[in-house]
């Protein structure tokens, strides 16, 4: 009877709050990296002579990694363990993205790009299979939350300060701008290795491919595709919406407004993690309402427009959350790295494919509505895929 008290009986605050602590940073920077890259472009493009495609690839290469490296990520949480392998992401997400500040010439600078969008990537799976060893089991939710507000938080600040705050100081450097952002992640990685708990390698060498006779690899893979290709499709094609409506001054409040929305969302869900968390009903409404805010933006205008998107960076940031939420809640430990890589594998390689093929049908069109049209489509497709979901904990299997 003691044993069984032990094993329920909650961490105590000032154990979880290091953990918390850590789970933060680490969701930090999951996209501080790669959201630097648009403020900071024009003045790389400018010393590096970038065309405008190469200028865009400084955030669409590491968003396309993000799909590619998720693979190489559980097969070294397979091997080292979660702890492990999120502290070499970190290392590497560092060497690519301190590497950009001090790259020659243009190959390099694609080359170190490409480098830290894997070491994201490798950070991405990585972060949900360490919730199930660190945190207790009633937890989870909340942990997953907490590194998601990180993750959210990180698309606002490094959007946010890196031209108003941060490059000022240093003397209008890009190059020392991408190395302050990027240095302090080592000291993150570092303290990784502070929890006591779950320090041992795993006892044997589990799967690591995505399971695709599991549905819930496919199903929440592209219900990720759905939060993704609107979110970062409608952000590319932001200023061509508003130029169209002769309103392209307004792309600053827009922006503005986009993407401190998703700040927004992740605080609301940290406030709701117990209730929303593994709610069926709650993911069917918030993919339902994206996909309302992203079809106001093809109709409304102006301010209309602005709030209209912002409705759906709020609701789509939420949903995010509640999907990458999934995989620590419904499998055993040890296979909640393979099944979050094969969702990010997915997720991501729809939520760059999308809107790429919305671009180009645009293109053919010379309408940039159509562009949106297409993410909507996709989304329409897929959201019967909410209902489907089962959400019902499978049974843990041994680890050893």
């Known amino acids: 009877m003691a044993s069984n008290s032990a094993a329920t009986t909650p961490p ?38 970038l065309s405008q495609a190469l200028t865009g690839a400084l955030t669409t290469l590491p968003i396309l990694m993000l799909a590619i490296g998720a693979m190489p990520g559980s097969l070294s949480i397979s091997r080292i363990g979660p702890r492990n392998t999120l502290a070499i992401a970190m290392v590497i997400m560092v060497i690519g993205s301190a590497g950009r500040g001090l790259v020659p010439d243009t190959f390099t600078l694609m080359l170190a790009s490409a480098v830290m969008g894997l070491g994201v990537a490798m950070m991405q799976p990585a972060l949900p299979a360490l919730l199930p060893r660190w945190l207790e089991p009633h937890h989870i939710a909340m942990g997953s939350a907490i590194y998601m507000n990180g993750m959210l938080m990180g698309e606002f600040i490094g959007a946010g300060i890196t031209l108003p705050v941060l490059m ?42 995505p399971d695709w006779k599991n549905p819930l690899t496919l199903r929440i893979g592209l219900l990720l595709g759905l939060s993704g290709s609107m979110f970062f499709g409608l952000n590319a094609y932001m200023g061509n919406l508003l130029e169209q409506q002769g309103k392209i ?42 996909i309302l805010g992203t079809t106001g933006t093809v109709f409304l205008e102006g301010w209309w427009f602005i709030a209209s998107a912002t409705v759906m960076s709020f609701v789509a940031g939420i949903l995010l959350i509640l999907l ?25 390689t729809m939520g760059f494919c999308v809107p790429m093929l919305g671009g180009l049908i645009a293109d053919t069109t010379g309408d940039p509505r159509h562009a949106i049209i297409t993410m909507i489509a996709y989304s329409v497709l897929v959201l019967p895929l909410a209902f489907t979901l089962d959400l019902e904990r499978k049974k843990d299997q041994p680890e050893s």
């Open 249 to 290: 001054s307004m792309l600053s409040e827009a922006l503005f407004w986009y993407n401190v929305a998703q700040v927004f969302a992740s605080l609301v869900v940290l406030k709701m993690a117990r209730r929303w968390v593994g709610s069926r009903t709650t993911i069917v409404i918030t993919a339902a309402l994206s």
């Open 324 to 348: 990458v939420a999934l995989p620590p809640l419904l499998v055993s430990s040890a296979e909640t790295g393979r099944l979050s890589a094969g969702t990010f594998l997915v997720g991501y």
């Open 12 to 49: 105590p605050p000032a154990r979880l709050l290091p953990v918390a602590v850590l789970l933060w940073l680490a969701g930090v920077y999951l996209r501080v990296p790669i959201l630097v890259a648009p403020p900071l472009a024009p003045f790389i493009a400018d010393e590096l002579a």
């Open 168 to 209: 000022p100081l240093l003397d209008n450097s890009w190059r020392a701008t991408l190395l302050v952002w990027s240095l302090p992640a080592l000291l993150v990685a570092a303290a990784l290795f502070l929890p006591k708990r779950d320090m041992a390698r795993p006892v044997r060498r589990a799967a690591w491919l």
